[in-house]
């Protein structure tokens, strides 16, 4: 492959990667996509590709497509142990952040909603709402009709807005206050501080470690508050799982706040806030190493603030 076509498909790389990351809600997925994609570019005849992004993009597309749609990825969303793959600020996989939509398709929230819908409706939604194809382009990438690309994004519209009980985006300083209040809660051991920072309808998903094989659930204030009260509650236990006495830093992942758990420049476990109305309206807690991969490569080129915590030790 002449050094033309290679930079074709460099110059679409990004684009790609982020595209298949919406999709797939996995770094290491996606890159596998973007890979294979470029595999398939350099077989091609491409002197018959009239347009090479349009062309790309179809591929990268159906092949995020056959992977939502193989046995083993149904097994492990249905599973209830997937979470989406945080990034961190500044990240180039989470593309493009003008506009609301777009910013949005990429929380994590969405990214866990949009494992509702159909793989259809997914990539339809993705294309039409983070890269704003015409309903005309989506049905050449997809193979279908526009009328059916009309009908896949009203759907899925109505599915993600349904689930979506807090609309809106909250104003990031403001977002980080409250961020640091409720680290400043956890650690204090006292519940009572907690409740008063949480919706009436706030929900936490943790990982667990990636050790119960599951998703551990909890809804209601008192719920979450006892849960988090035990997660940050400092043991020996966990020292020894984290590898040493973590300091709090406070980040944005995937466009909202996070409390991230570091351990000798290595991110250990990330917690993940979605606030609305000066509260906090859910936690996602992701601590499995294999999903902390590509933030921790995103870590190391870092420049972070302050630790919020120096370090985290057992209280006496």
Not at 113 to 135: G, N
Not at 149 to 176: L, N
Not at 281 to 294: M, N, V
Request: net charge negative; proline share 4%.
């Amino acid at each position: 492959m002449d050094s033309a076509a290679i930079d074709r498909f460099e110059a679409s790389r990004g684009r790609l990667a982020s595209l298949a990351y919406r999709l797939l809600g996995s770094a290491a997925d996606a890159e596998d996509a973007v890979q294979d994609t470029f595999l398939r570019w350099q077989a091609a005849d491409r002197e018959h590709v009239v347009v090479p992004e349009a062309w790309l993009t179809k591929v990268v597309t159906h092949l995020c497509l056959d992977r939502l749609r193989s046995a083993q990825a149904r097994h492990e969303r249905a599973a209830g142990a997937w979470l989406p793959e945080p990034l961190l600020e500044g990240d180039p996989m989470l593309g493009p952040a003008d506009t609301f939509e777009q910013r949005e398709s990429v929380s994590l929230a969405v990214l866990t909603l949009m494992e509702r819908l159909s793989p259809v409706e997914r990539a339809v939604y993705v294309l039409r709402e983070a890269f704003s194809y015409s309903h005309a382009e989506i049905a050449g990438i997809l193979d279908i009709s526009e009328s059916a690309s009309q009908q896949h994004v009203h759907r899925a519209r109505i599915r993600v807005a349904a689930e979506r009980r807090h609309g809106g985006e909250a104003d990031p300083a403001s977002a980080r206050r409250v961020v640091e209040e409720f680290l400043a809660a956890a650690m204090s051991g006292r519940t009572d501080r907690l409740v008063a920072l949480l919706t009436e309808d706030v929900t936490a998903v943790s990982d667990g470690y990636g050790l119960a094989g599951r998703l551990l659930r909890y809804e209601t204030r008192e719920r979450v508050a006892s849960y988090v009260r035990a997660g940050f509650k400092p043991t020996p236990a966990k020292l020894r799982l984290a590898g040493g006495s973590p300091a709090m830093h406070i980040a944005l992942v995937n466009g909202s706040p996070a409390v991230l758990a570091v351990v000798d420049d290595r991110v250990v476990g990330a917690v993940a806030f979605e606030v609305a109305d000066g509260k906090i309206a859910s936690l996602r807690g992701i601590a499995a190493a294999d999903r902390l991969a590509r933030l921790n490569e995103g870590w190391r080129q870092y420049e972070p603030d302050a630790p919020v915590i120096e370090g985290w030790w057992p209280r006496r």
